[in-house]
């Protein structure tokens, strides 16, 4: 299932497994890294649409929990990044070091409809 986003342009759900991590600082950020891969194709149809800081907005889902948020680049890291909030681990029983399957849809910078929330 996809998202018909700014333009009428459709964008496909992309479906990744990945290691929730916390990030090493004095706020306890959680995030899971975008497969390499899907970065570089984010960016190569995406990068022109980035808002603050080079991010995507994005319609997620992980388990039963959807959401709408952004990804982040991460230099260091060498891909985007996706933050995980607390009430999202929570509903999941998802922490550090857990694996996840993400379901990820670029939602650009169309704001007039929020796919990420629950019907």
């Known amino acids: 299932m996809g998202y018909t986003g700014a333009m009428g342009r459709s ?3 992309h479906e990744f497994t990945a290691e929730l991590w916390e990030h090493d ?3 306890a ?3 899971v890294s975008l497969p390499e891969e899907l970065a570089d194709d984010l960016d190569e149809r995406h990068g022109h649409e980035t808002n603050g800081f080079g991010s995507l907005r994005v319609a997620v889902r992980i388990g039963s929990t959807r959401w709408s948020t952004s990804v982040f680049p991460d230099t260091k890291r060498g891909t985007f990044i996706l933050p995980v909030k607390k009430a999202v681990r929570r509903a999941e029983g998802i922490d550090d070091g857990d ?4 379901h ?3 939602v650009g910078t169309d704001v007039t409809s929020d796919p990420g929330r629950p019907a």
């Open 29 to 31: 950020w959680f995030f």
């Open 11 to 13: 964008e496909p759900e």
């Open 99 to 102: 694996r996840v399957t993400v």
């Open 25 to 27: 600082g004095p706020a």
């Open 104 to 106: 990820l849809t670029v």
